[in-house]
């Protein structure tokens, strides 16, 4: 989800790009505090709602990959056609 999701920061909160809650380690004391600071931001509905607006703005279907797909193999074969 690295690529995907911007961590509630307060910057990111206030610049309005935060998508989520991220922690770095698989633990039961960094799930504690995630599961902390989700249930801090769902009580500033304000802050949650722009977190789920953000997090759902972005296009994340397979459309604009399938069209780049598409070009990728049309410029393949044009590329073997040309080549031979």
Known sequence: LVDSVTHASPSALETGVATGVMFDHFDAPT???AL????DLYAR?????GVIRAGMAPDFSWHRS???????????IDDLNGAS
């Open 31 to 33: 799930l504690s505090w």
């Open 36 to 39: 902390d600071f989700a249930r």
């Open 45 to 49: 509905p304000d802050q949650l709602a």
């Open 66 to 76: 399938g069209l780049e797909y598409e070009r990728l193999y049309r410029q393949a």
